[in-house]
């Protein structure tokens, strides 16, 4: 029988003064409270209590086993009490992995929000391009930018961004403007080695006609920061995430080109094992990151 029930049997009935008390207290039948008792006597091969009609009496182990019972069951209260207020408060260390352009660019501010508005959690960042298994891992958080594959993970929308083509307007006043995607083939073209299909770039015109451009690349590199710096430089048209340029798109740096034309819009996700069994410390960071991007992601305006 189970050893913990018959602690509990055991010690409420010493605290009641009898079985049939301590079986109302934990919801099992008098029958149920005195098979368990017995289940205990028989395995320690002594008495804890002598038992009449009317009272209980404690043997002398019995009082010993009584004092021991009680510090275990207190210790098993304390330690529930710990797990449902570490459920309850963010605490310990999160572990979070995101892409690593995304991630150098857009999360060092919320996870500083993070740290200052929870002090007993620590957060651990890595960042890698790559696909990274969660559980294996030991990640809490990812996050993801695109189409999400089918897994029994859970996905929580945080923002979305489109891609768009942009250059220098040094290069566009040396090479001219494309007016059109197909002209593009005529470029010196700056591409993400690891996207599904690097060389290709898609843009859709007014009539909902798709335009592929396939081909050459002048310098592919795999990492976006590296082409938004050779961009800059005049080196060529750049394809990514609006996240990446918007800032030198503001300041003129950079010009977006095809502008009339629209793009893939690809989904920012925080993703997570389990939904039933997150903890304090993952749920308050889904929902920072939740406010943080929302509706007013920087890249947005």
Known sequence: MDRFTGLAVFTAAVEQGSLAAAARTLGITPAMASKHLA?????????????????????????????????ILESLDDADRAARELQDQPRGTLRVTAPTTFGAMHMGSPVAEYIRRYPDVDVEMTLDDRFVDLVSGGFDVAIRIGDLPDSSLVARPLARTEMIACAAPSYLA?????????????HDRLAFSEAISAGD??????????????????????????LL???????????????????????????????NYTTRSLG??????????????????????????????????
């Open 39 to 71: 289940a205990i006597e028989t395995s320690l091969g002594v008495r804890l209590m002598h038992r009449t009609t009317r009272r209980l009496h404690l043997t002398d182990v019995g009082q010993d086993y009584y004092q021991r019972s009680r510090h």
């Open 174 to 186: 040396e090479h001219g403007r494309p007016a059109a995607p197909s002209d593009l083939c005529d």
């Open 201 to 226: 770039w898609g843009f859709t015109d007014t009539d909902a006609q798709m335009h592929n451009v396939f081909g050459r690349s002048r310098f592919s590199a795999n990492n976006m920061e590296m």
């Open 229 to 259: 710096a050779a961009a800059l430089r005049g080196a060529g048209i750049a394809y990514g995430p609006r996240f990446v340029f918007h800032r030198h798109l503001a300041t003129g740096d950079l010009e977006q080109i095809l502008g």
């Open 268 to 301: 920012i996700h925080a993703v997570y094992p389990s939904a039933r069994l997150v903890g304090a410390k993952v749920r308050r960071f889904i929902e920072l990151l939740e406010e943080w991007f929302g509706s007013s992601a920087e890249w947005r305006g």
